[in-house]
């Protein structure tokens, strides 16, 4: 007896299913949908930590929070590994080249998650040395509030940029490139007029 005699159809028939009853299954869906699914659910963050608000991305990545439920597990220190930047703390004017140029070097679709009031607009820092938003330097996809934001709070902005994500919406930073391009596109135009 080999192993097909030795499947039984549910009917009682022996010898496995017959060919025109066999289990029919199709899953139909556009590429970019499917490919947009799978980044959203398999962000690799990259903590820029500089106070208080890193102490609060790493409870979230601890297994109280256990943000591996959510597919963002994959805390990378690599920017070349990375396609998340969560900025966590004050960020001052010595720290933005080094801020710009980890963000420069991540990979491409990349998104950004200002966690805090001190990183969203300088906080209650109001002085020369502070940078009031890293807006100013980098293109920030999700605005997490608070001093310091609760790690709920930092779950449910990182459930909102997958849904952005899945919904194919660009990252501010493609939004950005693509304005650049129709404005140089533009001025191309008129140059040639």
Known sequence: MGLKDDLVHPGGEPGGWPVDESPKSVFTTRLEKMVNWARAGSLWPLPFGTACCAIEFMSVVSAHYDLARFGAEVVRFSPRQSDMMIVAGTVVDKQ???????????????????????????GFYRAYHVMQGI???????????????????????????????QRGEPSRFQEIRAERRAAEAERHELVAT
Request: proline letters at 12%.
């Open 96 to 122: 933005a080249p080094i801020l710009k140029l980890i963000y420069e070097q991540m990979c491409e679709p990349k998104w950004v998650i200002s966690m805090g009031v001190c990183a969203s607009s300088g």
């Open 135 to 165: 807006d100013e330097l980098v293109p920030v996809d999700i605005y997490v509030p608070g001093c310091p934001p609760t790690p709920e709070g930092l779950i449910y902005g990182i459930i909102k940029l997958q849904e952005k994500i």
